[in-house]
Nanobody
Framework: QVRLVESGGGLVEAGGSLRLSCVAS????????MGWYHQAPGKQRELVAA???????NYADSVKGRFTISRDNAKNTVYLQMDRLRPEDTAVYYC?????????WGQGTLVTVSS
């Protein structure tokens, strides 16, 4: 059974940086699409960034040029480097593993950006 565990969230001032990590158990990580999503209070969960097994990436317009998604298949880990953080980036951040019809979510990690 695949499990995802996120870490790296916390409180940071506007303009600061954080790096989120998501470690996956199981053997399908390297052949799966990995994504980071966020959900602010009272809002829907939204895609922040995604990376395919081949390393192709896509980003939400709001984070382009500020966030970078990457993966290390040897460590079963996907990262989200978040730079130049803004108060509107405050949310719970979740990672998701997708492989065909299988979707696995992590428990989330809270990111709070103070102004």
């Amino acid at each position: 059974q695949v499990r995802l565990v996120e870490s790296g969230g916390g409180l940071v001032e506007a303009g600061g940086s954080l790096r989120l990590s998501c470690v996956a158990s199981g053997s399908i990580f390297s052949i799966s699409v990995m994504g980071w999503y966020h959900q602010a209070p009272g809002k829907q969960r939204e895609l922040v960034a995604a990376i395919t097994s081949a390393g192709s990436t896509n980003y939400a317009d709001s984070v382009k040029g500020r966030f970078t998604i990457s993966r290390d298949n040897a460590k079963n880990t996907v990262y989200l480097q978040m730079d130049r953080l803004r108060p509107e980036d405050t949310a719970v951040y979740y990672c998701k593993l997708s492989k065909r019809s299988l979707e696995i979510w992590g428990q989330g990690t809270l990111v709070t950006v103070s102004s």
